[in-house]
């Protein structure tokens, strides 16, 4: 009967609400994820930028689109982070690849492989960003790293169980080439 289908019309309109990928309950449990991992961002964030910086944390009735905003000494914000300095956007993208890893697990399971994370830095934020990551190999966080750096001998990486280094225009003891053979 029209009654009936007009029933079966608001049931089907309320599971796709429900549903919804920009309203419903992925979109809510997304935003959810979304600030845990925003959380663990500023944190590492706040541990290596010299001023406030931090990811601005979404709001459950908000339409999600692929922005995310920044906040700048808690009252400038960027509405998108590639507004950011290459400096700011490259601490904010390990920051989040760190806490994504963390809090997935990734970190404990598999070796992380970091390019050149700190290139547009200066060398205060480098020494900060080799601190963290320091501090995560020693408490067990990273499991294993990978990391590509052209900084390493400034920055003093010398916890590491291997160094590989060219010796092209770099003069450092032989022992830190004792377990690799570069060809």
Wanted: proline letters at 2%; aromatic letters at 8%; one cysteine or more.
């Amino acid at each position: 009967t029209l009654d009936q289908l007009r029933k079966d019309r608001m049931d089907w309109e309320l599971v796709e609400t429900g549903l919804s990928p920009t309203k419903g309950l992925p979109c809510i449990y997304l935003v959810r994820f979304m600030n845990r991992l925003f959380a663990r961002a500023n944190a590492i964030i706040k541990e290596i930028w010299y001023c406030d910086m931090e990811l601005a944390y979404i709001e459950e009735k908000e339409s999600l689109d692929f922005s995310i905003g920044v906040i700048f000494n808690k009252s400038t914000s960027a509405k998108d982070i590639s507004l950011c300095s290459k400096g700011q956007a490259g601490v904010i993208d390990l920051a989040f690849t760190l806490a994504l890893g963390i809090e997935r697990g990734f970190l404990k399971q598999f070796p992380i492989i970091l390019d050149e994370v700190d290139a547009n830095l200066t060398d205060e934020h480098r020494a900060k960003v080799v601190s963290v990551i320091s501090e995560m190999i020693d408490s067990d966080v990273i499991h294993q790293l990978f990391l590509v750096n052209h900084f390493a001998a400034q920055t003093g990486l010398s916890k590491a169980d291997c160094v590989c280094l060219s010796t092209d225009g770099i003069v450092l003891p032989n022992e830190y080439n004792a377990h690799a053979v570069i060809s």
